[in-house]
């Protein structure tokens, strides 16, 4: 069970993505008519809701009050730097949650800001592997992975979006 949590804890940025799509799937089988449109609308929702409010948010905690850990996770020294990447995490949360009951303007910003942060983080991660070795769990496991195809997901669904009156 340990085990279980500590997974869960450490892979957040999946652990949200999946709640997202668990509160989706709750939100469309809840709506009164269910079209390709608000299925759309129901998962960029809830993406951005989890994948970016939440995530970045709990990004925020473990950086800002957990540094140590953090740092510690991506196998990297900690640093005043991290209350910096903490508090960058909490301004992307902001603009997440906003994004969640927003337009399709603010959906945009919560999509480009932290698609250029998680970019450069898993350049970042590219560079610690080649020249440092660095393969920590939270340099080269699922957070590296996620760091790229979490804005990819983003990018699709303001794709699928485009011209929708939704939002």
Known sequence: MHAAIAFVLSNFTLTFLVIGLIASAIAIARAPRVTGSVVIEKLFAYF?????????????????????????????????????????????AVVGLLAFFGNRGIRIAAIVGPAMFLWGAAAGHVYQMITAHNFAPGNAGIIFWTDILLPVIGFVFLLLQRGSNNR
């Open 48 to 92: 951005l809701l989890f994948s970016i409010f939440v995530s970045f948010f709990y990004n925020f905690v473990m950086h800002v009050f957990f540094g140590e850990t953090a740092a510690r996770f991506i196998g990297w020294a900690q640093s005043p730097f991290q209350a910096e990447v903490g508090f960058a995490s909490l301004g992307f």
